[in-house]
C-alpha cells in the first residue's frame, strides 16, 4: 500500500492507496499525472492481508503512526484492493470480508481519537452485484449469485452504516480490459489479442452472444481521481463506471480479429453461470465517467502486446 499527501480543495490530505492491481495501479498512475510531485513523494507500507490479530493490530499502528507523522487534517481512503476475485468459493470471501471489516473500525477508530474527517472510496463490482440482469436501471435492483458479489455488496453495506466516515463513493465497475498493462491476470480481451497473436486457442466462459460491458482501466482511474481530487460531498454515494452499450462476445471477437488482422479460433465453455448476460442502461453511468473508444483501445493493447513480443 502506498501513502502519500495531497492537497484537496486547500484542505491537507493523507491518502491511503490499497491496491497495486489492474484498478490500483491504473489509480496511482493517474494521481502522479494530475500531481507531478507525487513520483518520489509517498512511502510504501507491507499491508498485512490476514486476520490474524496481533499481526493485524501491529500493521495498522505502523498505519497510523505514519499518518500522524504527515500532520494532515483529512484522510483518503482507496480501497482497490482484495484476494478474492469473480470466482471465489465462500471461504475466501469470507476472510476478506472479516479483514476489510476489522480494517474499517480501525479507520473509524482512528478518526475518532485523532478528530479526522474521513472519506472512503471503493472499488465495487457491477457484474457482481446486478450478475444475470439485463438493462439494470436501479442501484437496488440486486442479484448476489455468487459468493464475490455477497462479499462486494456486504463491503458496500459496511461503509453505508458508518456514522464516522464523512464521505463514502463506491464505484460499481463493469467488466475491466487495459490496453497498456500487458502482464499478470489478464482478462477477455488481453487474451484474445494475445492468443490472436500467437496463433493460439481461446477457451471462452459463455456463449457467443452473451452480454457484457467493458471499461478501460485508464478511465476509470480518472473518473475515481476527479472524484477524490474535485468532488468534495458528504454522505453516501453509489456512482456506475459503465460503458453503458454492451458486446457481445461475437462481437467482441469481430473487433479483435480487425484489430489484429487474422482470424481467431475460440472453444466456448457453455456453463450457465457464465453464459448470463450483464446489461446496465446509459443512464446509470457516472456523469463523471467518460467512457473511451473500446475498438481504438484495442488497437493499442495490439501494439503494447506486440512490443512486448518482440
Request: proline letters at 2%; a positive charge; glycine letters at 6%.
Amino acid at each position: 500500500m502506498r501513502v502519500y499527501n495531497l492537497n484537496i480543495e486547500n484542505c491537507k490530505a493523507t491518502v491511503l492507496h490499497f491496491g497495486s492491481g489492474l484498478i490500483g495501479k491504473a489509480i496511482w498512475n493517474y494521481m502522479v499525472k494530475l500531481n507531478p510531485e507525487l513520483e518520489n513523494n509517498y512511502t510504501v507500507l507491507e499491508y498485512y492481508w490476514g486476520n490474524e490479530q496481533n499481526q493485524f493490530a501491529e500493521n495498522w499502528d505502523k498505519i497510523f503512526d505514519k499518518i500522524k507523522a504527515l500532520e494532515t487534517d483529512e484522510l483518503h481512503i482507496v480501497w482497490a484492493a482484495g484476494k478474492a476475485g469473480f470466482g471465489a468459493k465462500e471461504e475466501e470471501a469470507q476472510a476478506e470480508l472479516t479483514h476489510f471489516t476489522n480494517a474499517v473500525k480501525k479507520i473509524e477508530k482512528f478518526s475518532i481519537e485523532y478528530k479526522k474527517k474521513s472519506f472512503f472510496y471503493l472499488m465495487s463490482s457491477a457484474g457482481g452485484i446486478h450478475e444475470g440482469l439485463k438493462l439494470v436501471n436501479s442501484p437496488d435492483k440486486v442479484s448476489l449469485k455468487r459468493p464475490y458479489g455477497e462479499l462486494k455488496y456486504a463491503q458496500e453495506n459496511i461503509l453505508r452504516q458508518s456514522k464516522i466516515l464523512k464521505s463514502v463513493v463506491t464505484f460499481r465497475i463493469s467488466s475491466v480490459y487495459s490496453h497498456s498493462n500487458v502482464s499478470g491476470r489478464m482478462g477477455l480481451i488481453s487474451v484474445l489479442i494475445k492468443n490472436g497473436i500467437n496463433n493460439s486457442v481461446s477457451n471462452i466462459f459463455g456463449a457467443e452472444r452473451t452480454l457484457r460491458d467493458y471499461v478501460l482501466d485508464d478511465d476509470i482511474a480518472k473518473c475515481v481521481c476527479l472524484n477524490l481530487m474535485k468532488n468534495r460531498r458528504t454522505g453516501f454515494y453509489i456512482e456506475y463506471l459503465i460503458d453503458g452499450k454492451p458486446s457481445s462476445l461475437n462481437e467482441i471477437k469481430l473487433m479483435v480479429e480487425k484489430a489484429v488482422g487474422k482470424k481467431l479460433y475460440l472453444q466456448y465453455s457453455l456453463l450457465q453461470s457464465n453464459a448470463t448476460d450483464i446489461t446496465f442502461t446509459s443512464e446509470m453511468q457516472s456523469k463523471l465517467f467518460k467512457p473511451s473508444s473500446l475498438y481504438t483501445n484495442m488497437k493499442l493493447l495490439y501494439q503494447n502486446l506486440l512490443k512486448g513480443n518482440s
